[in-house]
C-alpha cells in the first residue's frame, strides 16, 4: 500500500502562488496516477489535476488550467501542484490521491489511497 503525505499548504494573497508537495512511499509506483483534489468547506471535494507515473501524461480541470502545474519527481517519490495566480475561491484542503486501477482520473472512485490534506487559504 501507498503511503501519502502532503505539505506546503498555507495563507497566502490572492495573486500568490504556493507549491503543494505529495510524498509518496510503500509500493511500487509503476503504473499509478497521481491526483489533487480539493475540498472547501461546505462543498464537495472536486479535482484539480492529475499525472500518470510513468508516462507522464497530464490532466487538469478547467479551473486549473494555465494557473497550476501539476510534476513529479521520481527520483524523491513526489508529486508537486504548482500553483499561481492563486484566487480566494481556490481556498480549500487540498488531498493528494493514488489510483493503481485505472479509470477516469477525474473521478474520487479511480484513487485507492488518500492523502491527509493540506489547508490552502487564499486572501482576498
Known amino acids: 500500500q501507498v503511503q501519502l503525505v502532503e505539505s506546503g499548504g498555507g495563507l497566502v494573497q490572492a495573486g500568490g502562488s504556493l507549491r503543494l508537495s505529495c510524498a509518496a512511499s510503500?509500493?511500487?509506483?509503476?503504473?499509478?496516477?497521481m491526483g489533487w483534489f480539493r475540498q472547501a468547506p461546505g462543498q464537495e471535494r472536486e479535482f484539480v489535476s492529475a499525472?500518470?507515473?510513468?508516462?507522464?501524461?497530464?490532466h487538469y480541470a478547467d479551473s486549473a488550467k494555465g494557473r497550476f502545474t501539476i510534476s513529479k519527481d521520481n527520483a524523491k517519490n513526489t508529486v508537486y501542484l504548482q500553483m499561481n495566480s492563486l484566487k480566494p475561491e481556490d481556498t480549500a484542503v487540498y488531498y493528494c490521491?493514488?489510483?493503481?486501477?485505472?479509470?477516469?482520473?477525474?473521478?474520487?472512485?479511480?484513487?485507492?489511497?488518500w492523502g491527509q490534506g493540506t489547508q490552502v487559504t487564499v486572501s482576498s
Open positions: 510503500g509500493r511500487a509506483f509503476s503504473g499509478i496516477t
Open positions: 490521491a493514488g489510483g493503481y486501477s485505472g479509470g477516469t482520473v477525474s473521478q474520487q472512485r479511480s484513487y485507492d489511497v
Open positions: 499525472i500518470g507515473w510513468s508516462r507522464s501524461w497530464t
